[in-house]
């Protein structure tokens, strides 16, 4: 297995982050791409989701969507818009690039050349749901709290404060949009839907919602699951579909039809660690194995306070390996990737 990782500080804040190639075998990185910071000059995060599609490698941080070549890594074009916000993860659909844009609650469609074409919004039904308004207001009650006492030095390099921006998402999803807001240095969270992963399923794109603990079709709206805790990821291999709950360090598996693209039951639910041994993100997998990734929690222990990957048997889940990412790559672990066909060939 060549797997290509997305990195960040995770527990403090850098100039630069990293994304690597691990040969998971000799537990060696062969390649490696250190980025710097061009619209902050130092944040915790650094790289955060990323797809591989038709050969090429679509990453993202906060404020920027990039494109590599690989093997070796090598960047083509990056671009970085105004209305980009906590921007979570890429993927690519035809012709089409559709980005987690977790500020704004949205999907920002791009085409291949990096230019806008469309901006999904995705609040609209929320905004409806009394539960949805109570849990927004409760959260931006709880944020502000912690803002005012100090609690939230991990986002200085967001620099301005937006007063009433759930409300203003709530009345108006597109009210941001519309403003011409530059909103790379807002702190908008907490975001009432954090939109974190967009997952390309025949002509549609899964998309995962971290606050309602959701996964719905960008097509259709629809709920395809639920009662997901803190989900993130989301990915297809075979007949299963793998999501990752951070809340809870659980791995979900359902059963997935490849013939009708559809969600079936909940199969399994694996215990990972336990909730101070990580923060459970990423996934990936290969024919005997399934591959996650392990962040370091602000509140971890020692011990922990490291980014890992682990490798857990198929069937039976039991750690069968693990490695873990040297600190001056980060403590946080992103996107998890299999690019074995790729490093192969070199």
């Known amino acids: 297995m060549k797997m290509l990782l997305t990195l960040s500080p995770g527990l403090e804040s850098r100039s630069t982050a990293d994304i690597v190639v691990l040969d998971w075998e000799r537990k060696e990185i062969i390649d490696r791409y250190q980025y710097t910071h061009t619209i902050y000059e130092n944040s915790h995060k650094g790289f955060a989701g990323a797809s591989v599609r038709e050969g090429r490698l679509y ?16 960047l083509v074009r990056s671009r970085s818009l105004p209305y980009f916000s906590d921007v979570h993860h890429v993927e690519r659909s035809g012709d089409s690039l559709f980005l987690a844009n977790s500020g704004l609650d949205t999907i920002e469609e791009l085409d291949l050349e990096l230019n806008p074409k469309a901006t999904h919004f995705l609040m609209e039904p929320y905004s409806r749901r009394i539960r949805s308004i109570y849990r927004t207001v409760a959260l931006t009650l709880r944020t502000t709290w912690l803002k005012l006492r100090g609690g939230r030095k991990m986002y200085n390099h967001l620099t301005h404060v937006s007063h009433f921006a759930n409300l203003r998402k709530l009345l108006n999803p597109a009210a941001f949009h519309r403003s011409g807001e530059d909103v790379r240095r807002y702190d908008l969270r907490p975001h009432p839907l954090h939109v974190n992963h967009a997952l390309k399923v025949g002509d549609d794109i899964w998309v995962t919602l971290w606050t309602p603990g959701e996964v719905v079709s960008l097509k259709t709206r629809a709920v395809i699951a639920g009662n997901l805790g803190l989900p993130h990821d989301g990915t297809v291999y075979g007949d299963s579909y793998y999501i990752t709950d951070c809340k809870t360090n659980i791995l979900r598996i359902f059963d997935f039809d490849p013939t009708t693209q559809t969600l079936g039951k909940l199969r399994e639910e694996v215990s990972v660690v336990e909730r101070n041994q990580g923060f459970l993100r990423g996934v990936t997998y290969d024919e005997n194995a399934v591959y996650v990734g392990l962040s370091a929690r602000r509140d971890a222990p020692p011990e922990f306070r490291t980014a890992r990957v682990r490798a857990l048997e198929r069937g039976i889940w039991k750690s069968v ?26």
């Not at 969507?65 to 090598?74: G, H, Q, T, Y």
């Not at 490695?323 to 066909?341: A, K, N, R, T």
């Open 59 to 74: 990453a993202t941080t906060e404020t920027e969507v990039l494109e590599f070549e690989m093997a070796p890594l090598r």
């Open 321 to 346: 390996g693990e490695y873990q990412i040297p600190p001056e790559l980060g403590m946080s672990v992103f996107s998890l990737i299999d690019v074995s066909s790729i490093y192969d060939k070199t």
